[in-house]
């Protein structure tokens, strides 16, 4: 047909055609019930990728002559544009399939076990029928309701939970929507679901996860709490200004960290105390924060603000006069220099 002057033709009856089938298609997903929709969708979506196939292999000729020299979209492109416009943006599927999907992922972000297997070939469909198609018709809602749910999740535990165990659960959230993506859905939607946990989760409460009465950033430090410090320096790390927020925090309430002077008589067991409690932040900063100098930084300026204080000075300087090991003397020597120098 093709080189008797017929291309047109027969281009425009595979059109045609090909068009009238998935209407007839689109009736059956349509009538199937419950979670048989998705089972159907995915049945016909595989049907009709080996009917392309074949069809390219019956007009192989038209591929290779006639659609380059018209200008025409290729078999396959044209089958995938057919799909999109007779099926997924079918007037009773779009929506129905939308919410579908939606509502799979809830469920197995209330702990339900849902067939992750189908939603993946669901989602790849999807991402075969172009960026477009995934983005407008899955990704944004999906984006959209997950900053909602995460919203009001972040609300109810923020209410109930102390310090460390919102952030264990920020933390499982953050991993659960990775492994979501590793399982079914594209992975350039990584960025962008993590982006919508760390935000709704963790950027919207960071002052009142690191101020909570008893259990925030201090009482971590206070207790040694080296997990959850862990956790709260990666999680924090992952949103803007949220590592600055916890070393500003240190330097304002640095005071709070360390002996109070008049709790101690004996100036000897004053230092050691000190010397331990160095040795804690020190273990806290290689342990929990990675080493990092900011932190380190902001420990050493709140340990210098508090032995700098006029109580303080009298009772190192009583404390060095009983100190008789060299090691010792050394590291409390470089400890306080700063504050010995007039002695």
Same mark, same amino acid.
């Given at each position: 047909?093709?080189?008797?002057?017929?291309?047109?033709?027969?281009?425009?009856?595979?059109?045609?055609?090909?068009?009238?089938?998935?209407?007839?298609?689109? &009736?059956?997903?349509? %009538?199937?019930?419950?979670?048989?929709? @998705?089972?159907?969708?995915?049945?016909?979506?595989?049907?009709?990728?080996?009917?392309?196939?074949?069809?390219?292999?019956?007009?192989?000729?038209?591929?290779?002559?006639?659609?380059?020299?018209?200008?025409?979209?290729?078999?396959?492109?044209?089958?995938?544009?057919?799909?999109?416009?007779?099926?997924?943006?079918?007037?009773?599927?779009?929506?129905? $399939?939308?919410?579908?999907?939606?509502? $799979?992922?809830?469920?197995?972000?209330?702990?339900?076990?849902?067939?992750?297997?189908?939603?993946?070939?669901?989602? &790849?469909?999807?991402?075969?029928?172009?960026?477009?198609?995934?983005?407008?018709?899955?990704?944004?809602?999906?984006?959209?309701?997950?900053?909602?749910?995460?919203?009001?999740?972040?609300?109810?535990?923020?209410?109930?939970?102390?310090?460390? %165990?919102?952030? &264990?659960? =920020?933390?499982?959230?953050?991993?659960?929507?990775?492994?979501?993506?590793?399982?079914?859905? %594209? =992975?350039?939607?990584?960025?962008?679901?993590?982006?919508?946990?760390?935000?709704?989760?963790?950027?919207?409460?960071?002052?009142?996860?690191?101020?909570?009465?008893?259990?925030?950033?201090?009482?971590?430090?206070?207790?040694?709490?080296?997990?959850?410090?862990?956790?709260?320096?990666?999680?924090?790390?992952?949103?803007?200004?949220?590592? @600055?927020?916890?070393?500003?925090?240190?330097?304002?309430?640095?005071?709070?960290?360390?002996?109070?002077?008049?709790?101690?008589?004996?100036?000897?067991?004053?230092?050691?105390? @000190?010397?331990?409690?160095?040795?804690?932040?020190?273990?806290?900063?290689?342990?929990?924060?990675?080493?990092?100098?900011?932190?380190?930084?902001?420990?050493?300026?709140?340990?210098?603000?508090?032995?700098?204080?006029?109580?303080?000075?009298? &009772? $190192?300087?009583?404390?060095?006069?009983?100190?008789?090991?060299?090691?010792?003397?050394?590291?409390?020597?470089?400890?306080?220099?700063?504050?010995?120098?007039?002695?």
């Amino acid at each position: 047909m093709v080189l008797h002057k017929f291309g047109d033709k027969l281009y425009s009856g595979l059109v045609t055609t090909t068009t009238s089938h998935l209407k007839e298609i689109s &009736k059956s997903i349509e %009538d199937a019930q419950g979670g048989l929709f @998705l089972e159907e969708l995915h049945r016909k979506w595989d049907d009709h990728n080996k009917a392309l196939q074949m069809i390219r292999d019956i007009l192989m000729y038209v591929e290779k002559t006639y659609i380059p020299s018209t200008h025409k979209t290729p078999i396959h492109e044209l089958g995938m544009n057919l799909w999109r416009d007779n099926i997924i943006h079918s007037g009773k599927i779009q929506t129905r $399939l939308l919410n579908t999907l939606l509502e $799979l992922v809830l469920k197995e972000r209330t702990g339900e076990v849902i067939n992750r297997g189908l939603m993946r070939n669901i989602i &790849k469909m999807l991402m075969d029928l172009g960026s477009s198609v995934y983005q407008g018709d899955f990704e944004r809602p999906f984006l959209e309701v997950s900053a909602e749910f995460y919203r009001g999740e972040s609300q109810k535990f923020i209410e109930c939970c102390d310090c460390g %165990d919102y952030l &264990k659960k =920020a933390e499982r959230r953050l991993n659960e929507e990775m492994e979501r993506v590793r399982h079914y859905l %594209d =992975a350039q939607s990584e960025t962008k679901i993590t982006n919508v946990v760390e935000k709704e989760m963790i950027a919207n409460h960071m002052g009142r996860l690191i101020q909570m009465e008893n259990s925030g950033l201090v009482n971590m430090l206070l207790d040694n709490k080296c997990e959850d410090l862990g956790r709260m320096y990666v999680l924090f790390g992952r949103v803007q200004d949220g590592l @600055l927020k916890m070393t500003s925090h240190i330097r304002e309430t640095g005071k709070q960290l360390f002996t109070d002077p008049a709790r101690v008589e004996d100036p000897v067991e004053f230092v050691q105390r @000190l010397l331990d409690e160095k040795d804690k932040y020190d273990n806290i900063i290689t342990s929990s924060f990675n080493n990092d100098k900011t932190f380190q930084n902001a420990l050493n300026s709140a340990f210098e603000d508090f032995i700098n204080l006029n109580a303080v000075d009298e &009772k $190192l300087r009583k404390g060095l006069k009983g100190v008789r090991k060299v090691t010792y003397l050394d590291k409390v020597m470089m400890l306080f220099r700063n504050t010995i120098i007039e002695k």
